[in-house]
C-alpha cells in the first residue's frame, strides 16, 4: 500500500526524500512532464521525466487516461504555479489508455457528454471535486448529529407504507407479471409475492424513524429514497438521497431552528474542508457565466453564496404571507407565472419558490403553516383547522431544499385526517400505536442531500451531483 498521495506530496513541500505515487496522467507535454492525479485533491502534480534515460517504449505509451506508478524524488519545482515537483527516477505503466478512443480528452467537454460517460467523468477535474465536496458534506452531517447527541439509525428500503401519499412508488416483486398472477378479479395476487403483501421502495424514512424518535429521542436517518414521479427536471431524481432528522419533544419551531442550524453548521464545515475544490467551482462558474447574457448571470459568486446563508438568518414567513406576497407580486400581476396565483390553497411551484427566495427576500424561506389539503397525512393540524405544521425551506436556485413538519401526536385527529385521505388506517396499525403509547409531541424534516450538493458546487442539473443518476428512461452504468 502507498501512503503518498497527490495531496500528502504538494502539502509536504520539497525535500528531497523517496517517495513513489500511482495515478492517472492528465497531460504529458513535451516528452517531459507528465501531470499526474490521484484524485486526492483537484491539483495534479508535476512528474519530470529524464526522458534521455528513459526507455522510449515506455514514454510511447505515456498519454491523458494512462495509469502509472511513478517512484523519485521530491524536489523544489523549477515550473511556476506550485512549490515541489516529482523528479522521476522509474515509471511503470500500470494501464495503457487509447488515446483516440478514450472519451475523456484534454479539452472542455459538455456535460451532456459526460453524462453519456458518467463512468469515466469522475476522472475530470468538475466532478472529481463535486464528489468530494459530496463526501465531506455527507461527513459533516454525521459529524453534526453526533455532536447534537442524535442516533443514527437505518430505516427499511423496502415498505409496505406511501409515507408521502403521493403513490409515487416502485413496486418490489417476484412475481412474474403475466396473466397467472393474477387472481379471479383480475388483479395481482400479492399473497404469493415474497413478502405475502404488496411492498415499495421507500419514499421517505420518516414513518419509522418516528417509531425510533419514541424511544431514543433523537434519531436521523441518511439513505436512499426512492419517488417514480414522471418529472424530468432539473432538479429532481427517481432515486436520490435523504436525511431525515425526527426529535421527541420539538415543536415547529424547534424544527425550525434545529433545519438552520445544522444547514449552517455543514456549509460551514464544508467551507473549512474543501477549499480548493470550492475555489475551483466558483472559478468554473464564473467561466460560464462569461458565455451567458448578463440578465442570465449569478448575481453573486459560488463562495458569496455560500457565505451569504452563513451570515444571513433564513427568513420565516407563513404560507398565507408568501401567498399574499406572491399574489401581488410583479410577475402574477404582469401574467409571467406560468402558474398564476390565484386563489389560497394552491401549491407553490419552483417559480413562486425562486421568486421569493431571489427577488424578493433574497436570502433563503422558511414557510410554514401550509394548507393541510396540499401537505401529508402526518403532519399537525393547527388550531384554524385549514393549515398544518409544516415547513419547507427554499434556496436561491433550487428552490425547496429541505420539507419538513411536526408531526400529528393525537390520536383521535390523526385518525380523522387518514380517513379524510383515504388511507388505508389498518397498513398504519403500528404507526398510530405511537399515538396510543405514550405519545409526545415531535417534528422532523428531510433534506434533499443532492439539492444541497447543487447548492454547494454552484452546478445546475442535479443529474450532476450525484455518481449515476437515475431520472425517466434512463438508468444506465
Ligand atoms: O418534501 P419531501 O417529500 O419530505 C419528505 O419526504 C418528508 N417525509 C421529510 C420528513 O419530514 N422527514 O422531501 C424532502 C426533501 C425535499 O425538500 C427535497 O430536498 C428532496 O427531499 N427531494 C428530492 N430530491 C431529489 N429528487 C427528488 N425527486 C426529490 N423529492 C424530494
Ligand atoms: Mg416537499
Not at 27 to 38: G, K, Q, V, W
Not at 100 to 112: E, G, R
Not at 428 to 450: A, C
Request: net charge neutral; charged share 30%.
Amino acid at each position: 500500500m502507498n501512503n503518498f498521495t497527490v495531496k500528502s506530496l504538494l502539502k509536504e513541500g520539497p525535500n528531497s526524500q523517496k517517495v513513489f505515487i500511482e495515478g492517472w496522467v492528465k497531460t504529458f507535454r513535451a516528452n517531459r512532464f507528465i501531470s499526474l492525479n490521484d484524485g486526492s485533491c483537484s491539483e495534479s502534480i508535476q512528474c519530470v521525466v529524464d526522458f534521455q534515460n528513459t526507455n522510449s517504449k515506455i514514454l510511447s505509451k505515456i498519454n491523458t487516461g494512462t495509469s502509472v506508478k511513478i517512484e523519485g524524488l521530491l524536489v523544489e519545482s523549477q515550473g511556476k504555479g506550485q512549490k515541489s515537483e516529482i523528479k522521476v527516477g522509474k515509471i511503470t505503466i500500470l494501464g495503457e489508455c487509447d488515446m483516440d478512443s478514450y472519451p475523456i480528452q484534454p479539452k472542455k467537454h459538455s456535460l451532456q457528454f459526460l453524462r453519456e460517460n458518467a463512468h469515466l467523468r469522475v476522472r475530470t477535474n468538475t466532478f472529481s471535486s463535486i464528489m468530494r465536496v459530496r463526501s465531506n458534506l455527507s461527513f459533516a452531517i454525521h459529524k453534526y448529529f453526533k455532536e447534537k447527541g442524535f442516533f443514527y439509525v437505518n430505516t427499511p428500503i423496502i415498505t409496505g407504507s406511501d409515507a408521502e401519499g403521493a403513490g409515487e412508488m416502485f413496486k418490489v416483486t417476484t412475481l412474474e407479471i403475466n396473466k397467472d398472477s393474477l387472481n379471479q378479479k383480475n388483479e395481482v395476487n400479492y399473497d404469493e409475492d415474497f413478502f405475502g403483501k404488496e411492498t415499495n421502495l421507500t419514499v421517505s424514512g420518516q414513518l419509522e424513524a418516528e417509531s425510533l424518535a419514541m424511544g431514543l429521542g433523537k434519531v436521523y436517518t441518511f439513505g436512499p429514497t426512492f419517488r417514480a414521479e414522471n418529472s424530468n427536471t432539473s432538479r429532481h431524481l427517481a432515486e436520490f438521497w435523504m436525511i431525515e432528522p425526527e426529535m421527541a419533544f420539538y415543536d415547529l419551531e424547534d424544527n425550525m431552528e434545529l433545519a438552520e442550524d445544522f444547514i449552517k453548521y455543514i456549509i460551514k464545515d464544508l467551507i473549512n474542508e474543501c477549499k480548493e475544490d470550492l475555489e475551483f467551482l466558483n472559478q468554473r462558474l464564473i467561466d460560464e457565466d462569461k458565455s451567458k447574457p448578463i440578465n442570465e448571470r449569478n448575481e453573486l459568486s459560488l463562495l458569496d453564496r455560500l457565505d451569504f446563508v452563513i451570515k444571513n438568518n433564513f427568513k420565516r414567513i407563513t404560507y398565507s404571507e408568501a401567498f399574499e406576497i406572491l399574489k401581488n407580486s410583479k410577475p402574477n400581476k404582469k401574467k409571467k407565472f406560468k402558474f398564476p396565483i390565484l386563489e389560497w390553497g394552491v401549491d407553490f411551484q419552483s417559480e413562486h419558490e425562486r421568486y421569493l427566495v431571489e427577488k424578493h427576500f433574497k436570502k433563503p424561506v422558511i414557510i410554514y403553516n401550509y394548507p393541510a389539503k396540499i401537505k401529508a397525512f402526518y403532519m399537525r393540524l393547527n388550531e384554524d383547522k385549514k393549515t398544518v405544521k409544516a415547513m419547507d425551506i427554499l434556496f436561491p436556485g433550487i428552490g425547496e431544499i429541505v420539507g419538513g413538519s411536526q408531526r400529528e401526536e393525537r390520536l383521535d385527529v390523526l385518525k380523522s385526517r387518514i380517513q379524510e385521505l383515504n388511507i388505508e388506517e389498518k397498513e398504519l396499525w403500528w404507526y398510530l400505536d405511537l399515538r396510543k403509547y405514550g405519545t409526545v409531541k415531535h417534528s422532523g424534516f428531510g433534506l434533499g442531500l443532492e439539492r444541497l450538493i447543487l447548492f454547494a458546487t454552484g452546478m445546475s442539473n442535479i443529474r450532476d451531483v450525484i455518481p449515476f443518476p437515475r431520472t425517466p428512461k434512463s438508468a444506465e452504468f
